[in-house]
């Protein structure tokens, strides 16, 4: 799990402190935390990058998936439920 503080590039707006998000993190187990800002490119790919690595490390590879080209409209779910649902993990 990732917990993700974003808009990290409005440091004078800032609401929670990274000690908080830190702490909440902490609490939850193994949770990851960071702080991203979509707009300056800051750790946006980490956090994804993250959380797949997680997933894998869950996961062991004889029960991965055949993977699905979304192209395919005979194949493509049409709602994010029906990713989660499709196997009973999130996607």
Known sequence: MVLVGNKCDLESE??????????????????????????AKINVSEAFTDLVHQINQIIPPHQAHKVVPFSDPETRPTKAA??????????
């Open 14 to 39: 800032r609401v929670v402190g990274r000690e908080q998000g830190v702490s909440l993190a902490r609490s939850w187990g193994n949770c990851t935390f960071m702080e991203t800002s979509a707009k």
């Open 82 to 91: 029906e990713i989660v649902n499709q196997r009973g993990y999130l996607i």
